[in-house]
């Protein structure tokens, strides 16, 4: 079982910046891909970012392009998701994976996207809320 522990949500306004964190032991982030998706309620699960922790390529969901930036530090076993420029419509459960087929999708928007509902929860997942 992938145990992942996941930090940094919170409350802000719109225009608002925040950052999350995944760390994961040894075995789960070296040469793997991990990244983000969220769910908002009422709402199926969304990808949001993606990086490769061997080479750090990366990959982002359109939605949050050019706003959220992910990141790797391979001396501490850690991604993190830089989100500026919030939004409330990006209030929503962010939960950290480490699964191949998140940088895959997200490397492929015009595949099929069923792939994020089938992705396992690792981690307590972190709540964003931004309001207006």
């Known amino acids: 079982q992938v145990t992942l522990v996941e930090s940094g949500g919170g409350s802000v306004q719109a225009g608002g910046s925040l950052r999350l964190s995944c760390t994961a032991t040894e075995h789960v982030y070296s040469d793997n891909c991990m990244g983000w998706f969220r769910q908002a309620p009422g709402k199926e699960r969304e990808a949001v970012a993606a990086?490769?922790?061997?080479?750090?390529?990366?990959y982002y969901g359109d939605s949050v392009k050019d706003r959220f930036t992910i990141s790797r530090d391979s001396a501490k076993n850690t991604v993190y998701l830089q989100m500026t420029s919030l939004t409330p419509e990006d209030t929503a459960m962010y939960y950290c994976a480490a699964d191949y087929r998140l940088c895959r999708g997200l490397s492929s928007p015009e595949g099929d996207s069923n792939y994020v509902q089938l992705l396992k929860i690792g981690g307590q997942g972190t709540q964003v809320t931004v309001s207006s």
């Open positions: 990086i490769y922790t061997g080479g750090g390529k990366s």
